[in-house]
């Protein structure tokens, strides 16, 4: 009797000051922390009564605010159940704990008023380890510099890809751009909407990203870094197009999937895969649009501008002579050796790249030309960006450009103006996902292959209603969707290599898991809850919101990629930038 008190007395006392003293996963919150003047919110997981929360500060010796949790509630997509800390009334910048009696402490997290200036920075740096073809250098790297692969000097022209100038096995060259995602692949319909999505975070914020700096080797070159980053990739894009047709190969990579090595020690043929009507409409938006940008930049590029225009009506004018040219990798492969098997991208359906291609086109060139197409292939509907759905990016452009595009009678602007504002309304309408007081997850079927892009997509949404309108509910709410990728999630991580307490370790990307390095490359998001489970890994739980594995077997939840990446970094960059504006404050 005596002896089992005594072991009681130890279990207790073990609990006390080692289990509880340690951050527990059972309180989610953003686990960098918030704006200063912005709601706060955490998500106590697990059963539990309702009861006090506690703010503490860092040392865990005062208490600064309390407050009471919600009753539970139980959550839609997963049999998680949940209790609300809400501390948005305490505003005072510094760094705390939260401490709930049966769940115990949290990540420690701030309040500032840049408190995503990091995330920003990381997020578009991540780029930079993506490069290809060159060595990443350790002044930039660190510990993740590494030497270079995949040359791309001598690509061969797949026999899909054969034209009269260019026979099979014909080599050219097509250095640079980023790899893809885990893989080492390039593809121009993913590199379609990651580019179109990081030159409108230049577009729509640029004071914040003209300063911004990633220390890359072109830093202080009198170009922003974004912009340094994008023409990394613009480059090798460029060198995807034809110059006998004006078509684009739609992607350049290897017969089949590098193993999990380095680069360096890559050494499989590439080719230049089949010209796509996708391909050619994604890349003549990307140049239409960067055209536009680096004219602004014409004394640091003379003629890039011009040959980006150039180059995206000679895209426009392959795809109207070839409308229908679908990516069908199957198809392919019944046709011709050596058969491709690595990413797809096959896109059935090119209404929504022929408007975005048709917006970006328009508004680089004020031409008439461009307005009966972005009339007749104006979607329907309002649906999110994803690599096969680009048509809100043209609607984005469009309203960016609503008062500098000429009054062409036949151009829909208030209809799409309608669209958007439509589509971000119905996302806060709906009161989001309640468990977790986010916009991310109201939707079973925002868990797809990719979900956390979901979530950085639709905080693009509302942060153009935002821009729109100036109704700060639509910044609220974008900001849920970064509290959720920051650790507010059924999951309980943070999706960010390298940021926040608890992240991914062992994310699916080539690059993180042979370089022998325990902590993965920062910056990169990975992909998040998918109950597809398509890799057929092992997954400790696989409702909608909570099929995630932080193992490097998931590709199908933990790859990174960078058409996820970089709505990322708008958004974070979004929310810096807004941040700054005077005055501006989140409540
Ligand atoms: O469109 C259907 C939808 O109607 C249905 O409700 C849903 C149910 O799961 O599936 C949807 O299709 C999915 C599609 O993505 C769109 O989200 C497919 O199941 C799913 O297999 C498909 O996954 C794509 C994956 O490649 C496999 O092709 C991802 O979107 C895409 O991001 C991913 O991209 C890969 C590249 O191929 C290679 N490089 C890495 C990259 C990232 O994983
Ligand atoms: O590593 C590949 C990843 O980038 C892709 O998204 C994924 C789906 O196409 O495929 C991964 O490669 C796997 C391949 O499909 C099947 N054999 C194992 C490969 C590595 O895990």
Redesign the pocket.
């Known amino acids: 009797m005596k002896r089992t008190a005594t072991v009681l007395f130890f279990i207790i006392v073990w609990n006390h000051y080692f289990l509880l003293a340690q951050p527990s996963t059972n309180i989610q919150l953003n686990q960098a922390g918030f704006y200063t003047h912005a709601p706060k919110i955490a998500v106590i997981t697990g059963a539990g009564q309702s009861g006090i929360f506690y703010l503490l500060s860092a040392n865990k010796k005062d208490t600064l605010y309390k407050g009471m949790l919600s009753a539970s509630e139980n959550s839609a997509y997963s049999s998680t159940t949940t209790r609300i800390a809400d501390f948005s009334a305490f505003s005072t910048a510094g760094s705390y704990i939260l401490f709930v009696q049966d769940a115990g402490y949290s990540y420690p997290f701030s309040l500032r008023g840049n408190i995503h200036h990091a995330l920003s920075r990381a997020s578009l740096k991540s780029y930079y380890y993506q490069r290809m073809s060159i060595p990443i250098l350790p002044q930039y790297a660190g510990q993740w510099a590494r030497p270079g692969g995949h040359p791309d000097k001598e690509v061969l022209i797949h026999p899909s890809a054969v034209s009269d100038k260019r026979p099979a096995y014909a080599v050219i060259s097509s250095p640079g751009g980023w790899y ?4 080492y692949n390039k593809y121009i319909v993913n590199s379609g909407i990651s580019m179109g999505t990081l030159l409108s975070a230049y577009e729509d914020f640029p004071f914040y990203f003209d300063t911004l700096q990633t220390n890359i080797p072109e830093t202080g070159n009198g170009l922003p870094d974004i912009i340094n980053e994008i023409l990394y990739n613009l480059r090798w894009m460029l060198t995807m197009q034809d110059p006998n047709d004006g078509g684009v190969y739609h992607k350049c990579t290897n017969a089949a ?1 590098d193993k ?1 090595i380095m680069p360096a020690d890559c050494h499989n043929t590439r080719y230049v895969v089949q010209k796509s009507t996708a391909a050619a409409l994604d890349f003549a938006a990307v140049t239409a649009q960067a055209s536009r940008i680096l004219f602004k930049f014409k004394k640091q590029l003379p003629g890039l501008s011009d040959s980006c225009l150039h180059a995206a009506k000679y895209a426009w004018q392959w795809a109207k002579e070839n409308p229908a040219v679908l990516y069908d990798q199957n198809a392919m492969n019944a046709l011709y050796q050596p058969a491709i ?3 797809a991208y096959g896109d059935r359906n090119v209404t929504d790249e022929w408007f975005w291609a048709a917006c970006e086109l328009l508004a680089a060139t004020k031409k008439e030309d461009y307005v009966q197409d972005i009339q007749h292939y104006q979607p329907a509907m309002a649906a999110l960006p994803s690599w096969s759905n680009v048509a809100m990016l043209g609607s984005y452009t469009l309203l960016r450009y609503q008062n500098e595009l000429p009054a062409y009678k036949q151009l829909p602007l208030p209809a799409i103006r309608q669209q958007v504002l439509g589509f971000a309304g119905s996302l806060i309408g709906n009161g989001g996902n309640r468990a977790f007081r986010t916009i991310m997850g109201q939707s079973k079927r925002d868990f797809i292959w990719g979900s956390n892009a979901v979530a950085m997509n639709q905080g693009i949404a509302l942060i153009n209603a935002y821009l729109l309108t100036k109704d700060k509910r639509y910044m609220n709410a974008a900001l849920t969707n970064a509290d959720y990728i920051l650790g507010r999630n059924a999951t309980g991580f943070c999706f960010v290599t390298g940021m926040g307490s608890r992240s991914p370790m062992h994310i ?1 990307h ?1 690059l993180s898991i042979a370089d022998g390095i325990a902590e993965p490359i920062p910056g990169l998001l990975a992909g998040g809850p998918n109950p597809g489970m ?2 057929k890994c092992t997954y400790a739980f696989t409702a909608p919101e909570t099929a995630y594995t932080d193992t490097d ?1 998931s ?2 939840s933990n ?1 990174t ?1 960078i058409n996820w990446n970089a709505p990322l970094v708008y958004v974070s960059g979004a929310l810096e930038a807004l941040q700054y504006e005077a005055g501006f404050s989140m409540r």
């Not at 893809?180 to 893989?183: F, M, R, T």
């Open positions: 893809d995602a885990g893989d999937f999990m098997t690595t990413g699916h080539r398509q890799d077997c590709y199908a790859e990629a």
